[in-house]
């Protein structure tokens, strides 16, 4: 009986490795509405937890908040999860911008990576606050190719 605990308990810790997307390689990415775009990503495992490395961002796909300290004295907290076949990845902080030239603005940006064939698809939403300022919403599905 020990056993099959301590091997289902093996089992269960492991899944959420399987249920995160394969997502590696370097990519230029196209897009009708936006700049183009080019990033390399890679993924592997620590302690039974999913990582992903981001244009050199390590993102630990937990579902869980982390906040890390940027070098403009702005912090910037990640959450990033699997979702079925895609990974989703949020950013928020704040940015000195001549948007919003009084006070920081505020940014929140939600990316889902999709693998399509060898390809990704990475849809990109973001929101900037200013506070003196109607809130600008800005979308970018981008095709990106594997390099």
């Known amino acids: 009986m ?3 605990l301590l091997n289902l308990s093996i089992v269960l810790m492991t899944v959420p490795a399987f249920a995160c997307p394969e997502l590696a ?3 230029d990415c196209t897009s009708d509405s936006g700049p183009v775009n080019s990033f390399s990503i890679s993924k592997s495992t620590e302690k039974g937890q999913v990582i992903y490395q981001i244009n050199g961002t390590k993102l630990v ?4 908040s982390e906040t890390r300290s940027k070098g403009d004295g ?3 907290t990640y959450t990033t999860s699997c979702e079925g076949e895609s990974l989703r990845a949020r950013m928020q902080t704040h ?3 001549a948007i919003c030239p009084t006070m920081p603005l505020a940014v929140d940006s939600i990316t889902i ?3 399509k064939g060898k390809d990704i698809e990475m849809d990109d939403v973001t929101i900037l606050l200013c506070p003196d300022k109607a ?3 800005i979308r970018h599905v981008y095709n990106c190719t594997r390099k």
Request: proline content about 14%; overall charge positive.
């Open 135 to 137: 809130p600008m919403n």
């Open 113 to 115: 990576f999709t693998p």
């Open 25 to 27: 390689g370097n990519f």
């Open 2 to 4: 020990l056993k099959t």
């Open 95 to 97: 940015v000195s911008s």
């Open 74 to 76: 702005f912090p910037t």
């Open 61 to 64: 796909a937990n579902g869980v």
